[in-house]
């Protein structure tokens, strides 16, 4: 099993940068696709950004694509969300995923494939 914790949530200007970490629990972390979701209120979870258990693949949402970075550090069980250039659309509470993945280099997209989840984090943005 595996518990995460997500931290670096916060209230933000349009155009300010963000980060957000995603900790992780156990000694298994390299064996799970990391993600990054996200859900606005009265909305459903879309989906922002992913990365496979090796690190060497991501896959980002087109709303997100060249403002945001997912990476990770399995040496810290620690997923990251490197948020530059934000905007008011951008908020939202975001929650990172954890998906047991069979294959190294696949981020793994579709919210029904991730077992654990985290509790989730903040992200306001004023225009």
């Known amino acids: 099993q595996v518990q995460l914790v997500e931290s670096g949530g916060g209230l933000v200007q349009a155009g300010d940068s963000l980060r957000l970490s995603c900790a992780a629990s156990g000694r298994a972390f390299s064996r799970y696709a990391m993600g990054w979701f996200r859900q606005a209120p009265g909305k459903e979870r879309e989906f922002v950004s992913a990365?496979?258990?090796?690190?060497?693949?991501?896959y980002d949402a087109n709303a997100v694509k060249g403002r945001f970075t997912i990476s990770r550090d399995n040496a810290k069980n620690t997923v990251y969300l490197q948020m530059n250039n934000l905007k008011p659309e951008d908020t939202a509470v975001y929650y990172c995923?954890?998906?047991?993945?069979?294959?190294?280099?696949?981020?793994?997209?579709?919210?029904?494939?991730?077992?654990?989840w985290g509790q989730g984090t903040q992200v306001t943005v004023s225009s």
């Open positions: 990365i496979s258990r090796s690190g060497d693949t991501t």
């Open positions: 995923g954890a998906s047991l993945e069979i294959i190294p280099t696949r981020p793994v997209i579709a919210p029904p494939e991730y077992a654990y």
